[in-house]
């Protein structure tokens, strides 16, 4: 019989779940994400692997009285109570690297199908109208400016493939610069956030959610931005103030916007959104691909070693009072 009970409320790659079933876990999963499906599904489970959705807060800690690790499938952790975790003696763990290339190329994509109006001519192609070749030509990507805000794993990746791969100048703002040898190899230069809304040809994020960037681009950033610009999103929805994103499009204040994720997910019929031609609409996918779901669902490892009593290996927090793992 299997020591542990490790929970699961999506689906995650087959190798995550063979590991967890090869080291003392049998997996169970949860019948939804409302809050009480998720009080009453982690009553009696030793580990949790959580996914975008869901809440996971006191509440939910103080009713999995056995509860020792949370394991976030991918990077961000704004759906995880941190401090609450902490406090309880809860590790939290997640995979910071597994999902960056995945994430890189679908920035480097959208910066192709937003200016070449991909979707469009898709769907123009399959309609019978071929004079759309005519009407629209969108700029190349060599010499423009690309701005990351967040300098991260996936920010530096993006700028590897969009600097040395499409020739654009690489500018970026984040909390703290990076090393300057990380700035000369990556020949991307530091700006206040305000420089890089200003000049950029195209914004892309990759900050985590926090409250100081919640609707971190709002109005007045949208302001800022030149008319001909494009916005990527794919680190959080509201990083961006999506009312102001809706006007500013809608407005022709920005070209156009490439969205992989939403204030609210799943993304509800009606938005907005989905009436504008100048955005592309994904559903929180960038991250998504076959290699990084594999390694993705290997957080399980890290699951498995809190389990055992052993140290985690990406952590996302120190407990100072671990809950033991079972005899």
């Known amino acids: 019989m299997a020591r542990f009970k490790v929970l699961l409320f999506e689906p995650i790659h087959q190798k995550g779940i063979d590991h967890l079933e090869n080291n003392d876990a049998e997996v169970v999963w949860s019948p939804g994400f409302a809050p009480e499906d998720v009080l009453t599904a982690m009553e009696d489970v030793d580990g949790v692997i959580a996914r975008a959705q869901g809440r996971f807060d006191g509440p939910a800690f103080d009713r999995a009285s056995r509860l020792k690790v949370v394991g976030r499938h991918g990077i961000g952790v704004d759906n995880i109570d941190i401090p609450a975790a902490t406090e309880r003696g809860i590790h939290v763990v997640n995979t910071p690297m597994a999902p960056a290339e995945a994430v890189a190329e679908f920035v480097a994509m959208g910066c192709v199908a937003a200016t070449r109006n991909l979707v469009n001519a898709d769907q123009a192609v ?4 071929w004079e ?3 009407r629209h030509h969108g700029p190349e990507l060599k010499g423009k ?5 967040g300098f991260g794993r996936i920010g530096r990746r993006v700028a590897e493939i969009c600097g040395f791969g499409f020739g654009m100048e690489i500018v970026y703002s984040d909390v703290a610069r990076v ?3 990380e700035e000369a190899r990556l ?3 530091y700006a206040p956030l305000e420089e890089v809304l200003e000049t950029s040809d195209f914004i892309s994020l990759h900050v985590p959610l926090l409250e100081s960037t919640r609707h971190l681009i709002g109005a007045a950033a949208l302001e800022r931005m030149p008319s001909h610009a494009y916005l990527i999103n794919c680190s959080r929805g509201p990083v961006v103030d999506e009312a102001a994103l809706v006007s500013a499009l809608s407005a022709r204040k920005i070209a156009g916007a490439v969205i992989d994720v939403f204030e609210k997910e799943p993304a509800p019929a009606g938005n907005p959104l989905f009436a504008l031609d100048n955005v592309i609409l994904t559903p929180h996918c960038s991250g998504h691909s076959n290699e990084s779901a594999e390694n993705m669902s290997m957080v399980a ?3 498995i070693r809190v389990l055992h009593g052993k140290a985690p290996e990406y952590p996302v927090n120190h407990p100072p009072n671990p809950r033991q793992p079972v005899a």
Do not use: H
């Not at 399959?126 to 109208?129: I, L």
């Not at 400016?145 to 805000?149: K, N, P, S, T, V």
């Open 187 to 189: 020949k991307a230069t």
């Open 145 to 149: 400016r690309l701005g990351l805000i």
């Open 126 to 129: 399959r309609q019978g109208d």
């Open 132 to 134: 759309l070749r005519n």
């Open 301 to 303: 490892a890290d699951v």
């Open 179 to 181: 090393p300057a040898e």
